[in-house]
């Protein structure tokens, strides 16, 4: 995929995509060999599937790889707030109707979000609001 993509034409992620992009992103850099060196020691994948997830990214405009001899190595193309907003936008249409405070009372009452979280968003909303005044 050449040149830069729109948010609304970011393709899905599955499972292992998310997975390797986050590597990708926190690492860098790396060759293929690295990312699946970087998995957690319970993830089960196959060099060869993670070559093939790689693939599978450039193609979608996730990441670009630049050859090194006879490696290529993998960086980012986009960045991780674009593929959230994106990945956190069709998740919200598609169980909560676009609406996120059910979401927010799912994440509160499974405890996936404590006080300081909430103070968090407090303050992120009190400066909304404060930016909509001036």
Known sequence: MAGKVSTNELASLGAAEAEILRLVWALKEAKAQQIWEA?????ELAPATVLTVLRRLRDKGFVKSRSIGKAHVYSPA???KRVISKSVSE???RFFGGDAVPL?????ETKQIDQEDVKRLQELLDDNERGNRE
């Open 39 to 43: 998995l957690p020691e319970d993830r």
């Open 78 to 80: 986009i960045q991780p």
């Open 91 to 93: 998740l919200l249409k």
């Open 104 to 108: 927010v009372l799912h994440l509160a």
